[in-house]
């Protein structure tokens, strides 16, 4: 009825303002100032709509033309100082993001759209870091509200894909980068993430295959390669350390195995799994206490019948091991059978006996008489089935009388070496000593 009315669009777009329809209303405005430009409020209505889409600097050119039509008006001071926080807000990001100070952008980009809560490019920048953060959902709901908006918002599809691919759900993930490169072939970080999660994928599954076929030393430089690929992928990345840890333990390489899932525990502190592969590779190098603390952290998380009994072993090993080893003591293995015992402890006990060393110094004296009296307790425990099952099983041996404190080393030499056809120190003199066969 009127179409030449400026202040009529400059009401039409202060009720669009209101709907939070700002791209309308943004028209509506600059329609306004178009039909008439001393239109104050219609140059700050089109400042507002500029600084709600997130164009501070053309925001900054409307309030500077409001303020040249009414230098003391105090909406439109405000208003330009707004725009030019918004301006400062957007470098500092900007030299964030490429020191990848990430908490940094958030911080900003949420400063930046308190003044524009309609900009598309300041909301993708934040769930972008958000997603470099590790937290996802929050990623994830600021790209899904964009696409309700605009289900064809490139940037929007790359941050959905990019959130899936930290997630290790890669096939999906590529999914989202290629509907994004067909809304937008040019979106270069699309291009680079799609190409990423293609090889990553590709390789990670490569190293599986040659594991199972048992191809140890290819599976290894298949994980090698993945992880070069991109050192931003934490999820996926602590898998691959874990299976190379695994490959690693395959070929007896222990402690590269444990620093594999170290880097695997790192990247993912509730990564069970890792933990579970460098406990086992802690008992196989008999570093029992680490093997504890991995096991006791597996079980606080998943209270399995499973890790309970892992957890136990583990603890009876470490208790074991804080006791004499007798089988060390006598050099001799764990499965070592009833001969062998014997042929060790007679070797051991001929070495160590004291008289053999009656002309050394008091100090090898001592020691001597130190090893020739564990090399007779070995032998007592171990050549007795009874005791040797309590011992292989963690019992305390002094719970049936075994005390070892009272025991005479001397008797057991005599028992095993003394009579018919026997073996004993004899004297000849003052000081020397000779062995006598019977």
Request: glycine share 6%; hydrophobic share 35%; with cysteine.
């Amino acid at each position: 009825m009127c179409p030449k009315n400026a202040s009529y669009y400059g009401n039409r777009a202060a009720t669009l303002m209101m709907l939070g329809r700002f791209r309308e209303a943004l028209g509506d405005a600059q329609q306004s100032v178009r039909l008439d430009d001393s239109f104050v409020r219609g140059h700050l209505r089109e400042g507002k709509c500029h600084l709600s889409l997130g164009n501070a600097m053309a925001a900054c050119r409307s309030f500077q033309r409001a303020l040249e039509l009414d230098h003391k008006n105090a909406q439109a001071q405000q208003e330009f100082k707004n725009a030019n926080a918004v301006m400062e807000y957007e470098k500092i990001a900007e030299t964030d993001f490429e020191k990848r100070d990430f908490r940094k952008v958030v911080f900003c980009m949420d400063r930046a759209l308190e003044f524009a809560p309609a900009c598309h490019r300041f909301k993708i920048l934040k769930a972008e870091c958000l997603a470099m953060l590790g937290r996802y959902p929050e990623a994830q709901s600021v790209a899904s509200d964009i696409l309700r908006m605009d289900s064809t918002n490139a940037d929007a599809l790359y941050v959905r894909g990019l959130c899936l691919y930290y997630e290790d759900c890669i096939e999906k993930a590529v999914q989202f980068f290629v509907q994004a490169l067909r809304m937008a072939p040019d979106h270069e970080k699309a291009c680079i993430a799609c190409r990423n999660a293609k090889a990553l994928k590709a390789k990670k599954e490569d190293g599986n295959k040659a594991f199972k076929e048992g191809n140890y030393k290819l599976a290894y430089e298949l994980y090698t390669e993945a992880l070069g690929i991109d050192p931003n992928n934490i999820k996926t990345n602590a898998k691959l350390y874990c299976n190379r840890g695994t490959v690693n333990s395959k070929l007896r390489k222990l402690d590269d195995a444990i620093e594999d899932c170290t880097n695997a525990v790192k990247l993912d502190d509730t990564y069970i799994k890792a933990y579970l592969r460098r406990a086992q590779c802690y008992m196989d190098t008999e570093q029992y206490e680490e093997a504890v603390r991995d096991y006791e952290k597996v079980y606080q998380t998943e209270k399995t019948k499973e890790h309970k009994q892992l957890l136990k072993n583990a603890q009876l090993e470490l208790k074991k091991s804080k006791r004499k080893d007798y089988y060390k003591i006598l050099g001799v293995d764990k499965n070592a059978s009833e001969d062998e015992i014997k042929k060790a402890y007679r070797k051991r006990a001929l070495m160590h006996h004291p008289d053999r060393h009656s002309g050394a110094s008091a100090e090898v004296q001592k020691e001597e008489e130190k090893k020739f009296k564990e090399v007779g307790e070995a032998f007592t425990i171990l050549s007795d089935p009874k005791k040797k099952t309590r011992y292989d099983s963690g019992q305390d041996l002094d719970e049936e009388g075994m005390n070892m404190g009272d025991f005479d080393p001397n008797s057991i030499f005599k028992a095993f070496f003394g009579g018919p056809g026997g073996f004993s120190f004899e004297a000849s003199g003052p000081g020397n000593f000779f062995f006598q066969f019977g």
